[in-house]
């Protein structure tokens, strides 16, 4: 029974507030894990370009969203336009070192 904001589940009463912390502390715990064993990864393979750009799009996407909901506007536009500088950011690291690999070898 759902009477404002208060989820009974058997004779105890929980407020949804409580559940919504406890959700998103586990969510956060698992993002952690998953990000911690690829930053592992990347650094024995030595790719600092990648852990760069992971670092970069994690402060832009926190900094947008900061942005956002401190001016009160909906955040999905900002996220947006983050999210696409972000893949063309991606898409130059890529394509630049094969770039400039392939103009070395035309030399």
């Not at 536009?77 to 070898?105: D, E, N, T, V, Y």
Request: charged fraction near 10%; aromatic fraction near 12%; glycine fraction near 4%.
């Amino acid at each position: 029974m759902l009477l404002s904001g208060i989820v009974s589940i058997g004779n105890v009463g929980i407020n949804i507030t409580y559940i919504y912390v406890i959700m998103m502390l586990l969510c956060s715990t698992a993002v952690y894990y998953l990000t911690k064993k690829i930053y592992q990864w990347a650094v024995r393979k030595q790719m600092m370009r990648f852990l760069a750009y992971i670092g970069a799009s994690i402060i832009v996407i926190s900094l947008t969203i900061i942005t956002a909901v401190i001016q009160e506007r909906d955040a999905w536009h900002f996220l947006r336009a983050a999210m696409q500088s972000l893949a063309f950011l991606g898409i130059c690291l890529a394509i630049f070192p094969l770039l400039h690999q392939f103009l070395l070898k035309r030399k």
